[in-house]
């Protein structure tokens, strides 16, 4: 089969945290009068989010989801309710951030991250959970004011952060960092391994963008610093993935070597080497190679190159 070297390739389901159908319906995010009527409305959906985990439960088909309640059933904390969409069914959400997840009488809900059940929640409430745990991990790590130190309120339902002395208005932020599925003049996909990865993970290159620097010299640039390999013209932007760990959107790529001798940085970069197909195969069927994690879009790129499904981590 011949693999495709641009585009997702080989499956059809959506790229994981990437889709949730949801209107984020930013123009209701200052409007109070109509954010108090939505989440005193019997059908808005609320869910709580704690440290990057919320509580899932098995639906009656098996399914993994997200544990709701109406607003009514949800504890009053105003200032830390962020105010996430509207469903194509006309529901709202909200999620709710808290010092800690709530008990649940039942013992049949469990607390998860979206490493965990990113890949298994539906598409709607993945990205329901990307959204919130994106503005938690932001929120928590910008309570006070870049421009002046004082300490900053919540606004816009969780969207805003505003400082009450100099009145400026923060904003969430994302880092972009490019992820990049290397390839030479054999067409051999290079992949590396870092050093804290559990034995035989192989994944693809990645790295943050600098200030001042375009995402295809980034591409270049962390490539070359990680394995001392040399990066042509060929660079081309593949998709996008949010990855809130804690506040990155992952720019895939594919790019083409034009050397091929690697030297690893031993930093970030353990091991590194250029797997043919065949040898990918070969070391996934022997054990000797781990794919990386299903969720990341580093699966995906792999798998564009690889023509077929990689294994299950
Ligand atoms: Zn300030």
């Not at 010092?99 to 607390?111: T, V, Y």
């Not at 790019?255 to 970069?269: H, P």
Request: some cysteine; proline content about 7%.
């Amino acid at each position: 089969m011949e693999a495709t070297l641009t585009g997702l390739g080989a499956t059809d389901r959506p790229l994981a945290l990437t889709y949730s159908g949801v209107d984020r319906a930013a123009h209701h995010r200052m409007d109070e009068a109509w954010l108090a009527a939505a989440w005193s409305h019997p059908t808005t959906r609320v869910f709580v989010v704690s440290g990057g985990q919320v509580l899932v439960e098995d639906g009656p088909d098996g399914r993994t989801e997200l544990v709701m309640t109406p607003a009514f059933d949800a504890p009053e904390t105003e200032m830390h309710r962020y105010f996430l969409g509207i469903a194509p069914d006309g529901v709202r959400y909200f999620a709710l951030q808290k010092d800690a997840l709530p008990g649940r009488m039942d013992g049949a809900a469990r607390a998860a991250g979206l490493r965990e059940v990113g890949g298994l929640l539906s598409p709607l409430e993945a990205g329901l959970m990307v959204h919130a745990v994106a503005l938690e991990n932001w929120q928590r790590m910008h309570r006070f004011c870049s421009r002046c130190g004082e300490r900053t309120v919540i606004a816009a339902a969780g969207h805003i952060r505003r400082c009450p002395a100099c009145l400026t208005e923060h904003y969430p932020r994302t880092d972009p960092a490019v992820i990049m599925l290397v390839t030479d003049d054999q067409d051999r996909a290079l992949l590396g391994r870092q050093l804290h990865w559990p034995e035989g993970r192989f994944s693809t290159l990645a790295g943050f963008v600098e200030p001042g620097e375009s995402i295809e010299q980034a591409v270049r640039r962390e490539v070359a610093e990680e394995v001392g390999v040399t990066v042509g013209d060929d660079v081309s932007y593949v998709a996008s993935q949010p990855w809130p760990f804690p506040s990155s959107l992952m720019l895939g790529f594919n790019a083409r070597a034009v050397s091929s001798e690697i030297t690893v940085d031993g930093e970030e970069i353990h091991e590194a080497r250029w797997f043919s197909r065949e040898d990918l195969r070969a070391a996934f069927a022997s054990g000797e190679v781990l794919p990386p994690s299903g969720i990341s879009i580093a699966a995906r790129l792999i798998e564009g190159w690889y023509g077929a499904p990689l294994p299950r981590p």
